[in-house]
């Protein structure tokens, strides 16, 4: 079956430039999180969603950034006023409930 | 809080070489245990998994096992092949509210595996 997709998989942007990351979980999966990849910081949680519960903001590392889901199902990651240490890869994962985690290929963010 | 340290790279072995790769966590409670590869150019995928103490993981000819008692997780493969050529993530799994499991991974180990 399809896995998790994530779109664009690249994305140059400009400093101060607000961006948009999606993320298509497996069909059916109730949890999605994301993570971010980045030289300094190694991979990090950011954000989980599971069903209609209030997500786990607790890893966004700042007010510029937010995430929703939609219909329990795609989710966004907006980043606002973007900084050129915000470029990394960011990944999504979802799962069934606290089920393994299945990760998605990727968006890389470039802040130039 | 959660923690995971892992061995730096690069590692680079001969082909058919034994391989360890040293992971040890800081965890409250009992968390589950994992390592994840990612091949050049894709995606992180799980190789293997142990959810309590003294379960041992395995997949593709790599295994390792939980131990409680010195908080490791430590890789390892009898016969390393050049397709093996990765970088490998231990982590650990912390609840997220909602009864998530957010993951906290170590800084990746990369491994080269020469002919």
């Known amino acids: 079956g399809a896995g998790v997709s994530q779109s664009p998989s690249n994305k140059v942007t400009e400093k101060g430039k607000d961006v948009e990351l999606r993320c298509d979980p497996i069909?059916?999966?109730?949890?999605l999180y994301w993570y971010r990849q980045s030289l300094g910081q190694g991979l990090e949680f950011l954000i989980y969603f599971q069903g209609n519960s209030a997500p786990d903001k607790s890893g966004l590392p700042s007010d510029r950034f937010s995430a929703e889901r939609t219909g329990g199902s795609v989710s966004t990651l907006t980043i606002q006023r973007t900084q050129q240490e915000d470029s990394a890869v960011y990944l999504c994962?979802?799962?069934?409930?606290?089920?393994?985690?299945?990760f998605g290929p990727g968006t890389r963010l470039t802040v130039l | 809080g959660n923690s995971v340290t892992q061995m730096e790279g690069p590692v680079t072995l001969s082909e058919e070489a034994f391989l360890t790769i040293n992971c040890t966590y800081t965890?409250?409670?009992?968390?589950?245990l994992f390592w994840y590869v990612q091949y050049p150019g894709e995606g992180l995928q799980l190789l293997l998994k142990a959810t309590k103490a003294d379960d041992k993981g395995s997949n593709k000819g790599f295994e390792a096992t939980y131990r409680k008692e010195t908080t490791s997780f430590h890789l390892e493969k009898g016969s390393v092949q050049v397709s093996d050529s990765a970088v490998y993530f231990c982590?650990?799994?912390?609840?997220?509210?909602?009864?998530?499991?957010?993951?906290?991974f170590g800084t990746g180990t990369q491994l080269k595996v020469e002919l």
């Open positions: 994962a979802s799962s069934l409930l606290a089920g393994d985690q299945y």
């Open positions: 069909s059916g999966h109730t949890a």
């Open positions: 965890a409250t409670g009992y968390p589950s």
């Open positions: 982590a650990l799994s912390g609840h997220s509210t909602g009864g998530g499991n957010k993951l906290t």
